[in-house]
C-alpha cells in the first residue's frame, strides 16, 4: 500500500503539526494493523468451520474456538490476550491433535472390533444352522421316541398278557406237574408190577419150557420106535397119525426152543463188545451158507458200522431177520435179500440226536398188508398160512426184544407180494 503524504498549511502550528502527523502514522498503524486482523478474522472463521466438521468435538473446544473469534475480535486492542488466546489456540490444536490420535486409535480398534464382529456373527449363523440341523434331528428323535414309546406301551400291554397267560400256564402246569407226579407213582407202581410180573413169567416160561422137554422127548422116541419097528404092521391111516404127531412134535419142539431164546434174551447177561456190525452179519451167512445156496438167494451186503453190542444176541437177530426173508420167499423170483449198515440219526420222533447205526434187510418176498406193520413184533403172530410157511410167530418178538436189549429201534414195512423191510437203529455209544 503506497504512503500518501499530507501537506499541511503553513498556518498550522507545531503542535497541531505533530498531531497531524501522529494521527496520519496513527491511521496508517490501524490500516496495517486492520490488515492482520482481517487475516485472522478469515482464519478463525476456516477454524470455525474445521471444528465444525469435527462432530464429536466436546463442548469445551466449542468454547475454545468461540473464544478464539472473541479473542481475534478484541486481537486490536489485547495483544497479550491474544498471546494467551493463541497460546490456549495451541493447547486445543494439540489436544485436538491428540483427540484425532486416539479417534484413529478408536477406528484402528473398530475395525478389529467389526472383524472380530463379523467373525461371530458367522460363527453365530454357523451355530444357528448347526442349531436348526440338531433341532431337526431332535424333533426327529423326539418323534422316535413317540414311536418307542408307543411301542413300548404296546408291548408292554402284550408282556402284561403274556405275563397273565404264563400265570395261568403256571398255574395251569401246577396242576399238570402235580397230574404228572401221580401219573409217574402210578406208572413206577405198574412198572413195578409189570417188572415183577415178567420176572415172574420169564421164570415160569424157562422151568415150563425145561418141563415140557421130556415129556416131548418121549414123545417123539416113542412115536419114531413105533414108525421104524412096527410100521409094516399100522394101517394107512395109523400110519398118518403118526406123521401127524411127529409133525405136531417137531412143531412142540420149535415152540419151545423159541420160547427158551425168548426168555434168554432177558436173562442172559448183557455183556457189550466194541465189534464191527459185518463181522456178525458175515457169521450169520455163513450159517446159513446151505439154506441160502438152497434157496439159490443173492445176498448184498454195503456199509460198515461199528456199535457196542451183545454179540451173542446181535447175531440171533440177524439170523432170524435173515431166515425170516429166505423163509417167505416166493418161487417165482430168486430170493433177493439186500443188508446195509450206516451211520445215521433215526427219524422217529422221540428219539435222541446221538449217532446211531442204521441197519436196513430188505427182500423181494412174499410182504405182507401195511396195516400189520405193527403187529409183527407180537408175540405168536403169523400173518401167513401155517402150513405152506412153517413157524411158531415168535421169531420177530425175540428180534425186537434184542433190539430192546441195544436200547434201539426196529420198525418194520411192507406191501404185499413186493418183499418187507426192516430198519434197525442200534446207538454207537
Same mark, same amino acid.
Given at each position: 500500500?503506497?504512503?500518501?503524504?499530507?501537506?499541511?498549511?503553513?498556518?498550522?502550528?507545531?503542535?497541531?503539526?505533530?498531531?497531524?502527523?501522529?494521527?496520519?502514522?496513527?491511521?496508517?498503524?490501524?490500516?496495517?494493523? *486492520?490488515?492482520?486482523?482481517?487475516?485472522?478474522?478469515?482464519?478463525?472463521?476456516?477454524?470455525?468451520?474445521?471444528?465444525?466438521?469435527? %462432530?464429536?468435538?466436546?463442548?469445551?473446544?466449542?468454547?475454545? *474456538?468461540?473464544?478464539? #473469534?472473541?479473542?481475534?475480535?478484541?486481537?486490536?486492542?489485547?495483544?497479550?490476550?491474544?498471546?494467551?488466546?493463541?497460546?490456549?489456540?495451541?493447547?486445543?490444536?494439540?489436544?485436538?491433535?491428540?483427540?484425532?490420535?486416539?479417534?484413529?486409535?478408536?477406528?484402528?480398534?473398530?475395525?478389529?472390533?467389526?472383524?472380530?464382529?463379523?467373525?461371530?456373527?458367522?460363527?453365530?449363523?454357523?451355530?444357528? %444352522?448347526?442349531?436348526?440341523?440338531?433341532?431337526?434331528?431332535? &424333533?426327529?428323535?423326539?418323534?422316535?421316541?413317540?414311536?418307542?414309546?408307543?411301542?413300548?406301551?404296546?408291548?408292554?400291554?402284550?408282556?402284561? $398278557?403274556?405275563? !397273565?397267560?404264563?400265570?395261568?400256564?403256571?398255574?395251569?402246569?401246577?396242576?399238570?406237574?402235580?397230574?404228572?407226579?401221580?401219573?409217574?407213582?402210578?406208572?413206577?407202581?405198574? *412198572?413195578?408190577?409189570?417188572?415183577?410180573?415178567?420176572?415172574?413169567?420169564?421164570?415160569?416160561?424157562?422151568?415150563?419150557?425145561?418141563?415140557?422137554?421130556?415129556?416131548?422127548?418121549?414123545?417123539?422116541?416113542?412115536?419114531?420106535?413105533?414108525?421104524?419097528?412096527?410100521?409094516?404092521?399100522?394101517?394107512?391111516?395109523?400110519?398118518? $397119525?403118526?406123521?401127524?404127531?411127529?409133525?405136531?412134535?417137531?412143531?412142540?419142539? *420149535?415152540?419151545?426152543?423159541?420160547?427158551?431164546?425168548?426168555?434168554? &434174551?432177558?436173562?442172559?447177561?448183557?455183556?457189550?463188545?466194541?465189534?464191527?456190525?459185518?463181522?456178525?452179519?458175515?457169521?450169520?451167512?455163513?450159517?446159513?451158507?446151505?439154506?441160502?445156496?438152497?434157496?439159490?438167494?443173492?445176498?448184498?451186503?454195503?456199509?460198515?458200522?461199528?456199535?457196542?453190542?451183545?454179540?451173542?444176541?446181535?447175531?440171533?437177530?440177524?439170523?432170524?431177520?435173515?431166515?425170516?426173508?429166505?423163509?417167505?420167499? &416166493?418161487?417165482?423170483? &430168486?430170493?433177493?435179500?439186500?443188508?446195509?449198515?450206516?451211520?445215521?440219526?433215526?427219524?422217529?420222533?422221540?428219539?435222541?440226536?446221538?449217532?446211531?447205526?442204521?441197519?436196513?434187510?430188505?427182500?423181494?418176498?412174499?410182504?405182507?398188508?401195511?396195516?400189520?406193520?405193527?403187529? #409183527?413184533?407180537?408175540?405168536?403172530?403169523?400173518?401167513?398160512?401155517?402150513?405152506?410157511?412153517?413157524?411158531?410167530?415168535?421169531?420177530?418178538?425175540?428180534? !425186537?426184544?434184542?433190539?430192546?436189549?441195544?436200547?434201539?429201534?426196529? =420198525?418194520? =414195512?411192507? !406191501?404185499?407180494?413186493?418183499?418187507?423191510?426192516?430198519?434197525?437203529?442200534?446207538?454207537?455209544?
Amino acid at each position: 500500500m503506497g504512503k500518501k503524504k499530507i501537506i499541511l498549511p503553513d498556518t498550522v502550528t507545531f503542535q497541531e503539526r505533530n498531531k497531524a502527523n501522529h494521527n496520519d502514522e496513527l491511521l496508517l498503524v490501524n490500516k496495517r494493523l *486492520a490488515q492482520p486482523i482481517e487475516d485472522r478474522k478469515k482464519r478463525a472463521a476456516e477454524l470455525i468451520i474445521a471444528n465444525t466438521e469435527l %462432530a464429536f468435538q466436546n463442548k469445551e473446544k466449542e468454547n475454545r *474456538a468461540a473464544e478464539l #473469534v472473541i479473542a481475534n475480535a478484541e486481537l486490536a486492542y489485547q495483544n497479550q490476550e491474544k498471546e494467551n488466546r493463541a497460546a490456549e489456540l495451541v493447547i486445543a490444536n494439540t489436544e485436538l491433535t491428540f483427540q484425532n490420535k486416539e479417534k484413529e486409535n478408536r477406528a484402528a480398534e473398530l475395525v478389529i472390533a467389526n472383524a472380530e464382529l463379523a467373525y461371530q456373527n458367522q460363527e453365530k449363523e454357523n451355530r444357528a %444352522a448347526e442349531l436348526a440341523i440338531a433341532n431337526k434331528e431332535l &424333533t426327529f428323535q423326539n418323534k422316535e421316541k413317540e414311536k418307542r414309546a408307543a411301542e413300548l406301551v404296546i408291548a408292554n400291554k402284550e408282556l402284561a $398278557y403274556q405275563n !397273565k397267560e404264563k400265570e395261568n400256564r403256571a398255574a395251569e402246569l401246577l396242576i399238570a406237574n402235580a397230574e404228572l407226579t401221580y401219573q409217574n407213582n402210578e406208572k413206577e407202581k405198574r *412198572a413195578a408190577e409189570l417188572i415183577l410180573a415178567n420176572n415172574e413169567l420169564e421164570a415160569f416160561t424157562y422151568i415150563s419150557s425145561h418141563h415140557l422137554q421130556e415129556p416131548l422127548r418121549k414123545i417123539q422116541v416113542f412115536s419114531n420106535r413105533i414108525t421104524t419097528d412096527e410100521h409094516q404092521n399100522l394101517t394107512e391111516k395109523g400110519k398118518y $397119525y403118526f406123521e401127524r404127531i411127529e409133525v405136531a412134535a417137531f412143531h412142540m419142539q *420149535a415152540l419151545i426152543n423159541d420160547l427158551l431164546n425168548y426168555s434168554r &434174551t432177558n436173562v442172559t447177561e448183557k455183556k457189550f463188545e466194541n465189534i464191527n456190525l459185518n463181522d456178525i452179519i458175515n457169521k450169520v451167512l455163513d450159517d446159513l451158507k446151505e439154506e441160502i445156496i438152497a434157496k439159490k438167494a443173492v445176498i448184498e451186503l454195503s456199509g460198515s458200522c461199528t456199535a457196542f453190542i451183545i454179540p451173542s444176541q446181535f447175531h440171533q437177530l440177524i439170523c432170524n431177520l435173515v431166515s425170516n426173508s429166505l423163509k417167505f420167499s &416166493t418161487k417165482e423170483k &430168486t430170493p433177493h435179500i439186500i443188508i446195509e449198515s450206516i451211520y445215521t440219526k433215526p427219524k422217529k420222533k422221540n428219539s435222541t440226536s446221538a449217532d446211531y447205526c442204521h441197519i436196513k434187510i430188505s427182500d423181494n418176498g412174499i410182504g405182507f398188508e401195511p396195516e400189520f406193520e405193527s403187529r #409183527v413184533f407180537e408175540m405168536f403172530q403169523q400173518l401167513n398160512n401155517k402150513t405152506d410157511y412153517k413157524g411158531t410167530g415168535i421169531g420177530l418178538a425175540i428180534a !425186537k426184544k434184542i433190539v430192546e436189549n441195544h436200547n434201539g429201534i426196529i =420198525t418194520a =414195512t411192507g !406191501k404185499l407180494g413186493h418183499g418187507a423191510k426192516f430198519d434197525i437203529y442200534i446207538p454207537v455209544l
